[in-house]
């Protein structure tokens, strides 16, 4: 897989990226887009035993409409075509799919490789002995706090019990480098060096993500968003032991509390690479641009129309304004531009706030002044949560809700992606 490179005019475009000239670095390279995702995200369902307080994709129920297995395989032949690196599966609870393991090894002997992330319902001592003998696979195990209280209190009762099972399991047959997936929340940033202290007895290795306000994490974020002064020791955390923790550029906004030259980025692209080298596949084929944002304002195409995958990756008008060089808005007048990128579309946008403007978590003031002013929420396109409460629902505090809205005008970022319990 490489960048389409080319001398020609800077505005033309072949299969879908920009042309551009061969002295561009890496990172711009990137921006522009390549002829097929370094790897992408693959919701495989929407259903699932948890009901976590924070889930993007509001997983819960299974979709009627998901891809057969049939699909599935021709999807994974695609991905083989454009010669994929890996695909990252999730949903959901990608285990309880019955048809799972079979299009794991599927894809793997199609020479695509697998990361898939589970709560470990399904991490059995003879799934994880197959999985340890199993090449080109990459588990994750998702665990949101370094002790029960914690995790359990977004995740759902008996939920860490049951992904320290599977990595004991893991352990036990021998896999080697699994991950622990962790969002970092207000109520678990405090514990990055208990989650470390799990991963190294483990023989894993961390991976942090960013809680993003989209799905059911929209209900939550003014509650589980770290505060300012956390995502200062978040950063330092970060700076001090980043060459052992993957990140998966979640934090590229953070890189502004180092100097503005950006000789303070985190490791990593420090880029905003939705539609450019990532994107996600949801259960019933949509292709959306962000795997943190499904919505229908990032919504390209479908795997199942003429042209497939392919198609969508390298056609869609969607990807193809994506990749098409951007201002920087607001935030391109800030001496911290070239380290934060501007942060995270998906934050942005499910906060209210423009593409072009500031993250609502800008290190430098700016997004906390921006919730501040006239905005509105967009409706979420889609909910998979349960109808009624399930025993493994959360125990949260206080729910913070969405406010009305009908109660102001659609904003032109609600319209467009690319517009400036208490018990």
Request: glycine fraction near 10%; charge should be negative; charged fraction near 20%.
């Amino acid at each position: 897989m490489t960048a389409t490179l080319d001398h020609h005019a800077a505005n033309s475009t072949v299969n879908g990226t920009v042309d551009r000239p061969l002295d561009l670095s890496l990172v711009q390279q990137f921006e522009l887009g390549l002829d097929a995702p370094i790897c992408l995200t693959w919701e495989l369902t929407y259903a699932c035993n948890l009901e976590c307080a924070h889930c993007l994709s509001s997983s819960g129920r299974r979709d009627p409409r998901e891809l057969t297995t049939e699909q599935c395989e021709a999807v994974i032949d695609e991905l083989q075509r454009m010669k994929v690196f890996y695909v990252n599966i999730g949903g959901g609870e990608p285990t309880i799919r019955p048809d799972f393991w079979h299009l794991l090894q599927y894809a793997v002997d199609h020479q695509v490789g697998v990361k898939f992330s589970t709560n470990g319902v399904r991490i059995t001592p003879e799934r994880a002995a197959f999985l340890a003998s199993t090449d080109y696979v990459d588990v994750q195990i998702s665990l949101d706090g370094a002790t029960p209280e914690v995790n359990d209190y977004v995740r759902g009762p008996g939920s860490y019990d049951t992904a320290i099972k599977a990595l004991e399991n893991l352990a036990a047959a021998g896999f080697k480098d699994a991950k622990i997936s962790v969002v970092v929340t207000r109520q678990n940033v405090t514990q990055l060096d208990e989650f470390k202290a799990l991963a190294d007895r483990y023989g894993a290795t961390l991976r942090l993500t960013r809680l993003r306000p989209s799905g059911r994490g929209a209900d939550v974020w003014d509650e589980l968003h770290p505060l300012p002064e956390q995502q200062k020791g978040l950063y330092d955390w970060l700076v001090a032991n980043g060459e052992d923790v993957l990140t998966g550029d979640s934090f590229f906004h953070l890189s502004a509390y180092g100097p503005a030259d950006g000789s303070g980025a985190l490791p990593g692209l420090n880029l905003c690479g939705a539609g450019r080298v990532v994107c996600l596949i949801d259960p019933i084929g949509d292709v959306y641009a962000c795997p943190f944002a499904i919505h229908d304002n990032f919504l390209a195409g479908n795997v199942l129309s003429d042209g497939g995958f392919q198609q969508v990756w390298q056609q869609s008008e969607l990807f193809r304004d994506l990749r098409s060089p951007q201002t920087g808005g607001a935030c391109a007048s800030c001496s911290f531009f070239d380290s934060c990128r501007g942060g995270c579309m998906a934050a942005k946008f499910f906060t209210g706030l423009p593409l072009d403007g500031p993250d609502p978590e800008c290190v430098q003031g700016y997004g906390e002044q921006a919730l501040a002013g006239d905005r509105i929420l967009p409706a979420p396109s889609q909910d998979h949560s349960r109808v009624a409460p399930g025993r493994n629902q959360p125990v949260m505090l206080q729910l913070s809700r969405r406010p009305d809205l009908t109660a102001a005008p659609v904003s032109a970022c609600a319209e467009s992606p690319l517009a400036g319990f208490t018990p």
